[in-house]
């Protein structure tokens, strides 16, 4: 297909062009690629980090690579390499990458609802030429369930002396994590950290998190799935130095105490009430406060995206903007399998009252930017694509961007029927971001 790499896997570099401005918008198509062949889903994070001048992400690819590409700010170069060939053709699969404290670049990666956890580590700082073989961490529990390990989420605590947590969802579609104290050479055992109560629990919680790195990791969670749950709500969890809380400081238990029930967690929205959400993006604001950014879907060709905040004492929602219907191109006369799949959400991790959206304007997808200048009551909004050809979706912030390099990439799709049947390029932009908000 033109338009497309043919990736080996053997090194590849690119020269692009400087990364465009954005003040009036442009066509999604202009924008310069991480990568002409590559998509993710949205609940292995993060997908994209930045260091030291170079960012870095993960893709898999239409024939279901795992890649992990490096973006070099001095030079404007592309490296990529491929961790897993024809891994399996899935976009749950996209690798989570997690820098470490020698500056070394970790991903971990799944295939969807089968088989264990991978783990690849680069060998030198700064460089994607040379990865350690990839090892599979043990984390199947078929005792639990057959699905496997799906969606990887890696956290580094440097207060716990460089723990390192990975999350994912468990074979039996429960959040599962385990801890390495070596930085990710031995794990500790599986546990499961959200479960109902009794033995009726069949709900399968669909889980984001972010982290300041220190001591803290912050959750935010779901009852299920949209398509299963027609009052999927959205809850809140912290943990900090051995202990998990509500937003307020109330103690729910210690990890001896897991797992914890989702109904002692704080709930940040009652779908029951305004209709079925799913979840985006969790971040913290510079006071430490959660944002969230969700999906409400009053009807599948009605979705609206949601910001949350809790303002020390209760949880603000504030409805940011409607958003079409569902991206997946439906073949005609079928029955869309996906209908929750919004455009998309991404905070900006050092500022969560910015944002980028998705949503369809005449037809076509676009990415959008969004600030809000009081905490996220009210919302201004700057195109960042417009008038483009292809659906753009999926965006995902870099975190650690810095001036120059790119802050917000994205998937440019020039076919997305399903998760297992996609060709889409990743876009990326490098913009200013407005001043932080207290």
């Known amino acids: 297909m033109s338009g497309f790499l043919a990736v080996s896997a053997s090194l590849l570099a690119l020269s692009v062009?400087?990364?465009?401005?954005?003040?009036?918008?442009?066509?999604?198509?202009?924008?310069?690629?991480?990568?002409?062949?590559?998509a993710w889903c949205w609940f292995s994070d993060p997908r994209a980090v930045a260091r030291d001048g170079r960012t870095y992400a993960g893709w898999v690819t239409a024939e279901g690579s795992i890649v992990v590409g490096a973006w070099d700010q001095a030079t404007g170069r592309i490296a990529t390499q491929v961790l897993h060939p024809r891994f399996e053709h899935d976009d749950h699969d996209n690798p989570a990458l997690l820098l470490l404290p020698d500056g070394r670049l970790a991903a971990f990666y799944s295939l969807h609802a089968?088989?264990?956890?991978?783990?690849?580590?680069?060998?030198?700082?700064?460089?994607?030429?040379?990865?350690?073989?990839?090892r599979s961490?043990?984390?199947?529990?078929?005792?639990?369930?057959?699905?496997?390990?799906?969606?990887?989420?890696?956290?580094?605590?440097?207060?716990?002396?460089?723990?390192?947590?990975?999350?994912?969802?468990?074979?039996?579609?429960?959040?599962?994590?385990?801890?390495?104290?070596?930085?990710?050479?031995?794990?500790?055992?599986?546990?499961?950290?959200?479960?109902?109560?009794?033995?009726?629990?069949?709900?399968?919680?669909?889980?984001?998190?972010?982290?300041?790195g220190a001591g803290r990791?912050?959750?935010?969670?779901?009852?299920?799935?949209?398509?299963?749950?027609?009052?999927?709500?959205v809850h809140y969890l912290r943990y900090e130095h051995g202990a998990?809380?509500?937003?307020?400081?109330?103690?729910?238990?210690?990890?001896?105490?897991?797992?914890?029930?989702?109904?002692?967690?704080?709930?940040?929205?009652?779908?029951?009430?305004?209709?079925?959400?799913?979840?985006?993006?969790?971040?913290?604001?510079?006071?430490?406060?959660?944002?969230?950014?969700?999906?409400?879907?009053?009807?599948?060709?009605?979705?609206?995206?949601?910001?949350?905040?809790?303002?020390?004492?209760?949880?603000?929602?504030?409805e940011i903007c409607p958003a079409g219907r569902?991206?997946?191109?439906?073949?005609?006369?079928?029955?869309?399998?996906?209908?929750?799949?919004?455009?998309?959400?991404?905070?900006?991790?050092?500022?969560?009252?910015?944002?980028f959206t998705s949503r369809?304007?005449?037809?076509?997808?676009?990415?959008?930017?969004?600030?809000?200048?009081?905490?996220?009551t009210t919302w201004t909004s700057q195109p960042l694509t417009s008038h483009s050809h292809c659906d753009n979706v999926r965006p995902c912030a870099v975190r650690g961007a810095a001036a120059g390099g790119p802050v917000v990439l994205w998937m440019s799709n020039e076919r997305y029927v399903h998760y297992t049947d996609f060709r889409t390029t990743l876009k990326a932009a490098g913009l200013n971001r407005p001043p932080s908000q207290p």
Request: hydrophobic fraction near 35%; charged fraction near 25%.
């Open 244 to 318: 998990f809380y509500k937003a307020d400081g109330t103690r729910l238990g210690g990890l001896d105490d897991l797992p914890l029930d989702p109904a002692r967690c704080d709930r940040v929205y009652n779908g029951a009430s305004n209709g079925r959400a799913w979840i985006w993006d969790i971040a913290t604001a510079p006071d430490g406060r959660p944002a969230i950014a969700f999906t409400r879907l009053p009807a599948e060709d009605d979705h609206r995206y949601e910001f949350a905040r809790w303002d020390g004492n209760t949880w603000r929602v504030a």
């Open 360 to 376: 369809r304007i005449d037809g076509v997808f676009e990415i959008e930017r969004w600030h809000s200048p009081d905490v996220g």
């Open 114 to 134: 089968s088989g264990d956890l991978r783990l690849r580590s680069t060998t030198r700082p700064g460089d994607i030429t040379e990865w350690t073989p990839e």
């Open 17 to 38: 062009a400087p990364l465009p401005g954005s003040a009036a918008g442009a066509p999604g198509e202009s924008f310069a690629s991480f990568t002409a062949d590559g």
């Open 137 to 212: 961490l043990g984390f199947v529990a078929p005792d639990r369930g057959p699905r496997g390990t799906t969606y990887a989420n890696p956290v580094l605590l440097t207060g716990e002396a460089n723990a390192l947590y990975v999350f994912w969802r468990g074979s039996d579609f429960k959040p599962t994590f385990a801890i390495s104290r070596d930085l990710g050479a031995t794990w500790s055992t599986p546990r499961t950290l959200l479960a109902r109560s009794g033995a009726d629990d069949t709900n399968r919680p669909y889980l984001k998190l972010c982290s300041e």
């Open 326 to 355: 569902w991206f997946p191109q439906t073949p005609p006369g079928k029955t869309e399998p996906e209908p929750h799949y919004s455009g998309g959400m991404a905070l900006d991790h050092a500022d969560p009252f910015t944002l």
């Open 217 to 233: 990791i912050d959750f935010v969670f779901t009852d299920g799935h949209p398509r299963n749950e027609p009052a999927n709500s």
